[in-house]
Nanobody, 124 residues
Framework: QVQLVESGGGLVQTGGSLRLCCEA?????????MGWFRQAPGKGRDVVAI????????YLADSVKGRFTISRDNAKNAMYLQMDSLNPEDTAVYYC?????????????????WGQGTQVTVSS
């Protein structure tokens, strides 16, 4: 079965950095668009970043542009999110998601597989 496993979350001070990793198994990784979403307490799940199968075409939410970078390594079945200049508003559970290649969507309901999430907490 498909498994997505996130790692790299933790507690960091404002202005700090973290690098999240998502390792995938049970699917042909290069056939999937991959994305990062986040959910803060009491809020909905929002898209953070998306990378198409080739890792060249990417999307970043306006709130993270210039601070976050998404990348993938198809040979390792892995996706990454480099997060710099973190601030308390970035505090959330971060989820890795996979969507079969097709129309790209920022709506979480249209994604096929999800990881269990990793907590990112930014202290002020």
């Amino acid at each position: 079965q498909v498994q997505l496993v996130e790692s790299g979350g933790g507690l960091v001070q404002t202005g700090g950095s973290l690098r999240l990793c998502c390792e995938a198994s049970g699917l042909t990784f290069s056939n999937y668009t991959m994305g990062w979403f986040r959910q803060a307490p009491g809020k909905g799940r929002d898209v953070v970043a998306i990378t198409l199968w080739n890792g060249v075409n990417t999307y970043l939410a306006d709130s993270v542009k210039g601070r976050f970078t998404i990348s993938r390594d198809n040979a390792k079945n892995a996706m990454y999110l480099q997060m710099d200049s973190l601030n308390p508003e970035d505090t959330a559970v971060y989820y890795c998601a996979a969507r079969k290649i097709g129309l790209v969507s920022t709506s979480p309901v249209l994604w096929d597989y999800w990881g269990q999430g990793t907590q990112v907490t930014v202290s002020s």
